[in-house]
């Protein structure tokens, strides 16, 4: 039987940059529509860039999209900045609060955008972090089906005591706005280890074995405690690599997480 009825139109690849998700002018994100989205399957990954909360842009992490986009066609990818701790102003957890804003303004768009509710976070170093820390902290506006992190601090006060060189304790000072003897309920409160529950969602973890800025020590706490807690994890360690790496290494981390997020996020 010939179906009368009209069909949809299947939506068109759409890209819109620097939309405003807050009324600062560094709270903007990209936005990479798929062609043939829907509400039902549209997977929506959250890209959250690095810079020790104090530096950084979305653009860094504009090159990880077309990867991103043939890898996983289909998904919508949001690519986002957030306001940065200056030593005198945006001190943490505006970092943290701009993640929340940013989602819950997708969120809200979820009709206009015509994505579903399967949301995935991804950070790099200080990106990381923040994707883990909303990750686990949050249910709603949604809540989060998978994490991708590439050497995110999961320990804020490890981070101060234990730094890998000594710029790390000024720069957490910086953020933070103090240390941990005088400031420990932020540091507490920053910390992705202390909200890990049985049901904190799926983690794939990244990191180098020569790391100067976030110690590969903060990933094999993540890796323990979630394993502990029962929540499927995968820790992916790269001896030889630092703070970031490229080439061979890089297309193996792309390998790894599509395979995790492929098997995780239904």
């Known amino acids: 039987m010939v179906n009368d009825f009209p069909q949809p139109a299947s939506l068109p690849e759409k890209t819109e940059m620097n939309v405003p998700y807050g009324s600062d002018g560094a709270q903007k994100m990209d936005i990479y529509l798929p062609a043939g989205r829907t509400m039902a399957n549209t997977k929506v990954m959250i890209l959250i860039h690095g810079g020790g ?11 990880y999209v077309d990867t991103l986009k043939k890898r996983m066609p289909g998904w919508a990818i949001f690519n986002i900045n957030y306001r940065l701790a200056t030593g005198s102003a945006n001190f943490f957890p505006a970092q943290e609060n701009d993640v929340k804003a940013a989602i819950d303004f997708i969120y809200g768009k979820r009709t ?3 994505i579903s509710d399967k949301y995935v976070l991804v950070g790099t ?30 320990d804020m006060a490890d981070m101060y005591n234990n730094p890998p060189n000594p710029l790390v304790g000024l720069l957490m000072i910086q953020v933070t706005g103090g ?11 920053a910390t992705p280890l202390n909200y890990i529950t049985a049901q904190t969602p799926p983690t794939i973890i990244l990191h180098g074995g020569v790391d100067i800025v976030v110690s590969f020590n ?49």
Request: hydrophobic share 40%.
């Open 53 to 63: 909360w104090s530096q950084g842009d979305k653009s860094e992490l504009t090159p």
């Open 112 to 114: 206009d955008y015509v």
């Open 125 to 154: 170093s200080a990106g990381g972090h923040l994707a883990l820390l909303h990750a686990y902290k949050n249910t709603t506006p949604v809540k989060i089906k998978a994490v991708v992190d590439f050497f995110g601090p999961t």
């Open 179 to 189: 240390i941990p003897a005088t400031h420990p309920t932020i540091y507490s409160q």
């Open 218 to 266: 903060q990933s094999v706490a993540l890796k323990n405690k979630l394993t502990t807690f029962g929540v499927v994890n995968q820790y992916v360690f790269y001896p030889t690599e630092n703070h970031g790496w490229v080439g061979a290494n890089l297309t193996d981390s792309f390998d790894k997480i599509t395979a995790f997020l492929n098997a995780n996020v239904n």
